[in-house]
């Protein structure tokens, strides 16, 4: 099975693309798609767009994980953020891959066994459980190679995390 996992933001969006066979997982491809603020908005978006377009063709994933969305005190920011996941739920809607949503909570409990941990001690854990030389730079690579193990973890239990 191929998991893409995705951290959305409008700046950087994180995404993992990670093979599981049994109980162990692969890294097949990470890395982020970062925007300019100098951009208009709707041009971050089709940026975003397109770019996580070509990597459902290429990798054809099984299933494509999403971070749901966590409700800051800006009220901004939380929009625009949300304004590029829906153009990542959108992209692998449009590629007829099977979208799951999880909570920072249900990742950091499936990751370290804690749901309040914290960014240092899931980065560590998505080191070691990837086998990385290093932890995933930025982090919100770190955290979307964390929502596709998540995923991974909870795949019996899939659909109750479909959208």
């Known amino acids: 099975m191929i998991i893409m996992g995705v951290d959305p933001g409008i700046a950087i969006l994180g995404y993992g693309l990670l093979s599981m066979e049994g109980n162990r997982f692969c890294v097949i491809s990470k890395g982020a798609i970062t925007t300019e603020s100098t951009m208009s908005m709707p041009d971050r978006l089709s940026y975003i767009y397109n770019e996580l377009n070509l990597l ?3 990798y054809n994933p099984d299933a494509y994980a999403i971070e749901e969305l966590f409700f800051n005190k800006n009220i901004k920011t939380a929009l625009t ?17 099977p ?8 990742v ?17 854990m998505v080191k070691m459980l990837l086998n990385l030389n290093e932890i995933p730079k930025p982090d919100d690579v ?15 239990y899939s659909n109750l995390f479909k959208l």
């Open 56 to 58: 459902l063709k290429k």
């Open 81 to 97: 953020v949300g304004h590029a996941r829906g153009v990542a739920i959108l992209a692998a809607s449009n590629n007829k891959v």
């Open 99 to 106: 979208i799951y949503e999880y909570t920072p909570l249900q």
């Open 108 to 124: 950091k409990q499936a990751i370290v066994g804690y749901g309040r941990a914290d960014k240092k001690q899931m980065q560590q």
């Open 142 to 156: 770190a955290d979307a190679l964390a929502v596709a193990i998540c995923h991974g973890n909870s795949s019996k």
